[in-house]
Nanobody, 123 residues
Framework: QVQLVESGGGLVQPGGSLRLSCAASGSIFSGNAMGWYRQAPGRARELVAAITSGDSSNYAPAVKGRFTISRDNAKNTVYLQMNTLKPEDTAVYYC?????????????????WGQGTQVTVSS
């Protein structure tokens, strides 16, 4: 079964923190590099953090030094610790493998994504 379940979003004041979690099915998680993406209204989805199966991580310049990605291979779960949040971090956050699984009937396949979790940074 293919599944991604993101959680942990919410409303937070500027300067605050949130920890996002993503429970993934083994078919998506096991042995794969994973990433956290975000999509703000009117903007394209962007990759903000990535982690390999060997725990090497990379970050988009906009979040480097503030966000930390981690993974628990025993739980098929990826986390995103977000500190010093800014209003421009407001978006729906998604996790996925860096190479998303394709789903759907032959000829109509598409990348599988979970429902995401809303993060709103506002005073």
């Amino acid at each position: 079964q293919v599944q991604l379940v993101e959680s942990g979003g919410g409303l937070v004041q500027p300067g605050g923190s949130l920890r996002l979690s993503c429970a993934a099915s083994g078919s998506i998680f096991s042995g794969n590099a994973m990433g956290w993406y975000r999509q703000a209204p009117g903007r394209a989805r962007e990759l903000v953090a990535a982690i390999t199966s060997g725990d090497s991580s990379n970050y988009a310049p906009a979040v480097k030094g503030r966000f930390t990605i981690s993974r628990d291979n025993a739980k098929n779960t990826v986390y995103l610790q977000m500190n010093t949040l800014k209003p421009e971090d407001t978006a729906v956050y998604y996790c996925n493998a860096l190479l998303p699984i394709r789903v759907g009937p032959p000829g109509n396949e598409h990348d599988y994504w979970g429902q995401g979790t809303q993060v709103t940074v506002s005073s």
